[in-house]
């Protein structure tokens, strides 16, 4: 399961919330885990392919810089969070969240 706020004020961190478990329901660790934060219009990568420490659930904070504007005329703008994690010999879950931040000076 993947948590994260839907809709952030620009320059405000904000947490992404990932657990995981097996497919009975009960927790488990991946063997490994990784994330990457790309603009969705425009396609540029915020962060780069990062690895996580595997654990039944971990954290990703999400610094001010990633949730500000890149294009200041825009009323907002939609982030995007790709979470991969391994485990098992061969099993794999790729996860995907998305919000909004939101132009705190938008006029338009």
Do not use: C, H
């Amino acid at each position: 399961m993947i948590t994260a706020l839907t809709i952030v004020n620009e320059g405000t961190t904000s947490y992404i919330r990932a657990s995981f478990t097996d497919q009975d329901g009960e927790a488990m660790v991946p063997s490994s885990i990784t994330y990457r934060i790309d603009d969705l219009g425009s396609g540029q990568n915020m962060i780069p392919t990062t690895s996580v420490a595997p654990s039944a659930s971990v954290e990703i904070r999400v610094p001010p810089a990633v949730n500000s504007l890149l294009d200041q005329d825009a009323a907002r703008e939609t982030r995007v969070a790709t979470i991969e994690a391994s485990y098992g010999s061969s099993d794999a879950l790729v996860e995907e969240v998305r919000w909004l931040v939101k132009n705190l000076r938008f006029k338009g």
